[in-house]
Structure formats: structure tokens, C-alpha cells
């Protein structure tokens, strides 16, 4: 089992930036894939960002030109670099972990509100 734990949301203006991060622990060895979920107010979840074990990451092309995904491995972390963001990237941000062995985790969330 992998534990994850995002943190670095917050309300933000349009225009603004903010950086999440996600810090595992527990089975880290297994993970063969980090990435960036979010879920918004009447829309469906959809996949922002991730990044592989080695390290090939893969954008949503509506914030690909917005968005940075990088990790620290001595830290467990990963990180979501996110700048002019815009009122429609409001959302719950989840972090999720896939394994080798075809199970995923997921984080508890944290909120981003942007303001017009």
C-alpha cells in the first residue's frame, strides 16, 4: 500500500500560481507512476498530469502550456507547478499512485478555488 498526502491548495485570482504537492509513503518501491487528478464542480475527473518512473511525464492538453509535473525522490514527493490559472481550473486536486502490480491510491485531495 502507498500512502499519499497532497497539500498546496488554497484560493488564488485568475492569473495566479500555485504549486501542490504529494508526498508518499508505504510501498513506494512499487510505484511505477505518479499523477495529478482533479474532479470539478459538475464535471467528471479527469487526468492533469503524470509522471513515470523514468520520468516521461503526459499533460492535459488544456493546461499542458500552464502545468509542470516533477518529483524529488529523495523526498518522496511530487509536485504540480501550475501558473495563470484560470476560474475552470477550480477543482479538487487528487494525487494517485499506480503500482506495478495494476492497483492505484489515491490521496485525500486538496482544494483549488480560483476567483475571477
Known amino acids: 500500500q502507498v500512502q499519499l498526502v497532497e497539500s498546496g491548495g488554497g484560493l488564488v485570482q485568475a492569473g495566479g500560481s500555485l504549486r501542490l504537492s504529494c508526498v508518499a509513503s508505504?510501498?513506494?518501491?512499487?510505484?511505477?507512476?505518479m499523477a495529478w487528478y482533479r474532479h470539478g464542480p459538475g464535471k467528471q475527473r479527469e487526468l492533469v498530469a503524470a509522471?513515470?518512473?523514468?520520468?516521461?511525464?503526459n499533460y492535459a492538453d488544456s493546461m499542458k502550456d500552464r502545468i509542470t509535473i516533477s518529483r524529488d525522490n529523495a523526498k518522496n514527493t511530487v509536485y504540480l507547478q501550475m501558473n495563470s490559472l484560470k476560474p475552470e481550473d477550480t477543482a479538487v486536486y487528487y494525487c494517485?499512485?499506480?503500482?506495478?502490480?495494476?492497483?492505484?491510491?489515491w490521496g485525500q485531495g486538496t482544494q483549488v478555488t480560483v476567483s475571477s
Open positions: 509522471i513515470t518512473r523514468g520520468g516521461t511525464t
Open positions: 494517485n499512485a499506480r503500482n506495478d502490480f495494476g492497483g492505484a491510491n
Open positions: 508505504g510501498s513506494i518501491f512499487s510505484i511505477k507512476q
